[in-house]
C-alpha cells in the first residue's frame, strides 16, 4: 500500500482533533499549518500535519514537567503574595523572558494553562518563522 502524502482539510481537521473552520482561519492568517493548493483545492502533507501533532505533545509534556518544577522553585508562591491568594489549580506562571529562574514580578505571568499552552504555541510558531531569537521556556 502506498502511503497517502496528503490529505484534504476535512482529514487534517480529523488527525488533529480540530475543526475545519479552525483550520480555515490559520490559512487566512498563514499561520499554523503550511497547505497546498492544487487548482481550487486545499491539501495539507501527511508529514505536517503529524510534524504539528509531535510538537504539541512535546510542549504538553514540557508544560507539566514545568508545573512539577515549577512547584519546587517556588514561583507559584512568588505570584501568591503578589496576589495577595493562592493560585487556583488551573492558574498556571509564565516566565514572560523566558528564564525560569528569574522569579521577579515583572517576569511572572499568572495565566490559565490553555492559554499557557496556546502562548507557548504561538511562540514557537513565531520562532519558526524567524520572528524570535530562539525558543523561549
Ligand atoms: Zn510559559
Same mark, same amino acid.
Given at each position: 500500500?502506498?502511503?497517502?502524502?496528503?490529505?484534504?482539510?476535512?482529514?487534517?481537521?480529523?488527525?488533529?482533533?480540530?475543526? #475545519?473552520?479552525? $483550520?480555515?482561519?490559520? /490559512?487566512?492568517? +498563514?499561520?499554523?499549518?503550511?497547505?497546498?493548493?492544487?487548482? !481550487?483545492?486545499? *491539501?495539507?502533507?501527511?508529514?505536517? #500535519?503529524?510534524? $504539528?501533532?509531535?510538537? /504539541?505533545?512535546? +510542549?504538553?509534556?514540557?508544560?507539566?514537567?514545568n508545573?512539577? !518544577?515549577g512547584? *519546587?522553585?517556588?514561583?507559584?508562591? #512568588?505570584?501568591?503574595?503578589?496576589?495577595? /491568594?493562592?493560585?487556583?489549580?488551573?492558574?498556571v506562571?509564565?516566565?514572560?523572558?523566558g528564564?525560569? *529562574?528569574?522569579?521577579?514580578?515583572?517576569?511572572?505571568?499568572?495565566?490559565?494553562?490553555?492559554?499557557?499552552?496556546?502562548?507557548?504555541w504561538?511562540?514557537?510558531?513565531?520562532?519558526?518563522?524567524?520572528?524570535?531569537?530562539?525558543?523561549?521556556?
Amino acid at each position: 500500500m502506498v502511503e497517502k502524502l496528503l490529505v484534504t482539510d476535512i482529514e487534517a481537521a480529523k488527525m488533529l482533533g480540530v475543526s #475545519v473552520s479552525l $483550520l480555515q482561519g490559520w /490559512r487566512q492568517k +498563514e499561520t499554523g499549518l503550511p497547505y497546498l493548493k492544487i487548482m !481550487r483545492s486545499v *491539501r495539507y502533507r501527511v508529514s505536517d #500535519v503529524k510534524a $504539528l501533532v509531535e510538537q /504539541r505533545s512535546t +510542549e504538553k509534556a514540557r508544560a507539566i514537567e514545568n508545573r512539577i !518544577r515549577g512547584s *519546587r522553585r517556588g514561583y507559584r508562591e #512568588v505570584a501568591a503574595k503578589t496576589l495577595g /491568594r493562592r493560585l487556583k489549580p488551573t492558574e498556571v506562571v509564565h516566565h514572560i523572558n523566558g528564564d525560569r *529562574r528569574d522569579n521577579r514580578n515583572c517576569n511572572l505571568l499568572i495565566c490559565t494553562d490553555d492559554y499557557h499552552r496556546w502562548l507557548h504555541w504561538r511562540m514557537s510558531l513565531a520562532f519558526q518563522a524567524k520572528l524570535l531569537p530562539s525558543p523561549l521556556s
